[in-house]
């Protein structure tokens, strides 16, 4: 588009991972309100297994299948499903919470930990996946950052696999909560706002997802209330 106008390239004032930061923490108190906020405790943890069955069913997991999660926090998805699949990589860009998966994880052998340092997943093998998801994270990325971990959530599924995630429209349970975060952009700084809930429509996503190379299985779309669920297949490549 010619009257996009250009910036001049500057130093960034602070790299990613230095916004990162934000998902860092020193105590049980403080990881709490990290992974949800107010709700209670036990609330969340039931919540959190609910999920994981739901993740299970909707990605048709059987006990032969590899799968990665991104945004593991304290690895409660990732201990449920152990059991049901061959591995469970546990992927997070804080360290905090990935220390405290290995201890939630520790007696399952096939669960292992990478650390995301700003690179989207890149160092991931190609095509070592059969499903992977994501649930309460993209709800925080920009769209940028939406469509490069989608694009690599392309390269590191196998054809056919399947990758589901959450994301955040305006909706019943999602307007107070944007009227909240607008009233706190006034005053946040860089990476208090990294924390902060991103809104995006369900057409903007699907249109990136399929920017990405994959295919959004919007007969399986759930949208409760502004909290949408959607999961994403990476077809098979197209013969030469």
Known sequence: MSNVKQTSKKPPLQSMGDLNWVWEWSSPEEMQIQLAGTQPRDEYLRDRVDRADWVAERLGLTPEE??????????????????????????DVSQSFLAKARVTCRDHANVSYHHIENDFLEKLPTAGFDAGFSLNVFIHFNVFEIYLYLREIRRILRPGGRFGFNFVDLGEVTRDFFHHYAERYREANPVEFKGFLTWHGADLIVKIAKEAGLTPLLDEFVDEQGVGFLVLRRDEEPAA
Request: aromatic share 4%; with cysteine; charged share 25%.
């Open 66 to 91: 590899e799968i990665f999660e991104i945004g593991s926090g304290e690895g409660i998805m990732a201990k449920v499903l152990a059991p049901r699949v061959r591995s469970v990589l546990c992927t």
